[in-house]
T-cell receptor
């Protein structure tokens, strides 16, 4: 059983650019959630995908979008990057319907300059 | 007011001391996670619980659903326990996080 993986580990982008972050869920998990953690803050919920459909969204603008693929891996896309988007982006997978427990990936550190 | 409140925000202890971190929440939940995060690092789940008490090594977590309160205890604390401890409640399969407690254990 493989754990949750994320890529890339670190990323530096310029304001106005677009970025795609990737998450590979734990084997068999059907739900993935994305979180943003600014420096010194607790994580904030961005959105969740369940069986390839968005299943809830936090207080983030539409330039934050996502996808979940048939193999339950996921992408987080951010358009028109702003300096405040600099953060650690975490994904967590779970098996909805069986357990509430979420398993976290190591995160992607995004720096916007 | 945040849905999830943790206390204290910062905690400094001497090696060997008993540590308690508290978490209160204001909404109905399905379960609660206690998470650990080392500086610059990812998040590791320590416990998920929906009732009673769980123990793993020197860590103990308790929850009182009626009082909407949970505690994380560390017995015989060690410098390697130094980290941020985060309480997160689960509602509709989504997590809402507290701001975390920065624990520093000095040798």
């Amino acid at each position: 059983e493989t754990g949750v993986t994320q890529s890339p580990t670190h990323l530096i982008k310029t304001r106005g650019q677009q970025v795609t972050l990737r998450c590979s869920s734990q084997s068999g998990h059907n739900t993935v959630s994305w979180y943003q953690q600014a420096l010194g803050q607790g994580p904030q919920f961005i959105f969740q995908y369940y069986r390839e459909e968005e299943n809830g969204r936090g207080n983030f603008p539409p330039r934050f979008s996502g996808l979940q693929f048939p193999n339950y891996s996921s992408e987080l896309n951010v358009n028109a990057l702003e300096l405040d988007d600099s953060a650690l982006y975490l994904c967590a997978s779970s098996l909805r319907g069986t357990s509430y427990e979420q398993y976290f990936g190591p995160g992607t550190r995004l720096t916007v300059t | 007011k945040n849905e999830v409140e943790q206390s204290p925000q910062n905690l400094t202890a001497q090696e060997g001391e008993f540590i308690t971190i508290n978490c209160s929440y204001s909404v109905g939940i399905s379960a609660l996670h206690w998470l650990q995060q080392h500086p610059g690092g990812g998040i590791v789940s320590l416990f998920m619980l929906s009732s009673g008490k769980k123990k793993h090594g020197r860590l103990i977590a308790t929850i009182n659903i009626q009082e909407k309160h949970s505690s994380l205890h560390i017995t015989a604390s060690h410098p390697r326990d130094s980290a941020v401890y985060i309480c997160a409640v689960i509602r509709n399969y989504k997590l809402t996080f507290g701001k975390g407690t920065l624990l520093t254990v000095n040798p």
